[in-house]
């Protein structure tokens, strides 16, 4: 391979500038040269293209965001659009592709793949929301869930000095993956995930079940939840327990930014460097990922079809431990 083609596309995660520099870096040292390819699919059919070298990554591996910047593209899911984005890649002398992105990136590149065989692609998972099969954990996800512990620990302290019940909301698209983890991080008395149905009354008598003495409460939504949004939650149990001080919190936009914690900084290295490597060995429509510590293959229709199954150990250890 002469020419790899890298781009950021969906949402950014913190960590992607990391995997950049490492696919940047790795492929300056197989003496591959690399297209950066600006605003994802969008960048690739417009033609924004330059060349990138080990100086253009210098100081990003502790930034937040994305140099590349990144984009959904509507363009990119008709034919048309896949079409004038390969004639771009051939006239730019692309022979191969890393794409840095979650579940939407993967299947644009699915999709591309099938088109156009004569272009290799790697893909790094790269979301806050960890829902990728074929990789424990997905570049941005260790950030985003320190940066909501960090919030609902300043959001605690609150609602214990005011005896308040808190709903917190995070994000997750339809995957409670970062609820579950930070709920169990920050010792919330019940967690909602969109992969277990949540019953209303189930949560009412949780919250009833409490110890009488405990004022605070916090109750972590996962964004995709079924029963209805945090401010749905929050006017059911007002409703319910007219007694309790309620407030709903929603975390937001928050949770993609900041500095990449230092598990995702070698998350993205590590996967950064097998990507390029993988593409060497003559890997092509599969995304890399780390599986018991181990890097992975995973052909991107196995790591996009199913959702991730949220684990039953961590919902019973939430619950066991709120009492
Ligand atoms: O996939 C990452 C994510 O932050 C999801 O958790 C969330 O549902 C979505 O992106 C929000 O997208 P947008 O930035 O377009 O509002």
Redesign the pocket.
Known sequence: IKKIGLFTS??D?PGMNAAIRAVVRTAVFYNIEVAGIRRGFEGMINGDIYEMNTKSVSNIIQRGGTLLKTG?SEDFKTAEGRQKAYEQLKKNGIEALVALG??GTLKGMREFGDDYKDIKIIGVPC???N?LRGSDFTIGYDTAINTVIEAVDKIRETAESHDRLFIVEV?????GM?ALRTGMGVGAEAVLVPETKSDINALFDRLQRGRKDKTSKIVMVA??DEPGSAFEIGKAIMKKFPHYDTRVSILG?I??GGKPTCMDRVLASRLGVAAVEALRDGHTGEMVGLIHNNIAYTPFGQSVKHHRDVNAEFTRIVEMLSL
């Open positions: 969906g949402s995660s959904r979650g579940n979301t806050i929301d829902d994000m997750g698209r339809d995957s970062i964004e995709g936009h949770q993609r």
